[in-house]
């Protein structure tokens, strides 16, 4: 069973940067697929973007060239470098892995002046 949490939201002005961490619990065996999603205030939920361990990775169109996704395996930790933050951004940011559908808490990003 691995246990994911998430880190890093809070309060950033429209245009600023927040850097969210996922820390898994164990270490994750290969083949797997590791996942940011958001779910805005009334909204669905948006898949942000998603990194193979092939290291291929995917971005939404809202998020390809503000956002990057990494990990670092030393750490057991998924990256989301979030550059350029409008308020339509906020929500709650989720960090995922398959196989197993394992979901983290959230983590909740508010972008506002």
């Known amino acids: 069973q691995v246990q994911l949490v998430e880190s890093g939201g809070g309060l950033v002005q429209p245009g600023g940067s927040l850097r969210l961490s996922c820390t898994a619990s164990?270490?994750?065996?290969?083949?797997?697929?590791m996942s940011w999603y958001r779910r805005r205030p009334g909204k669905g939920r948006d898949l942000v973007a998603n990194?193979?361990?092939?290291?291929?990775?995917n971005y939404a169109d809202f998020a390809r060239d503000r956002f990057t996704i990494s990990r670092d395996p030393t750490k057991n930790t998924l990256y989301l470098q979030m550059n350029n933050l409008k308020s339509d951004d906020t929500g709650t940011y989720y960090c995922?892995?398959?196989?197993?559908?394992?979901w983290g808490p959230g983590t909740q990003v508010t972008v506002s002046s």
């Open positions: 995922t892995l398959s196989p197993g559908e394992y």
């Open positions: 990194l193979s361990f092939l290291g291929n990775t």
């Open positions: 164990t270490s994750i065996r290969t083949p797997w697929l």
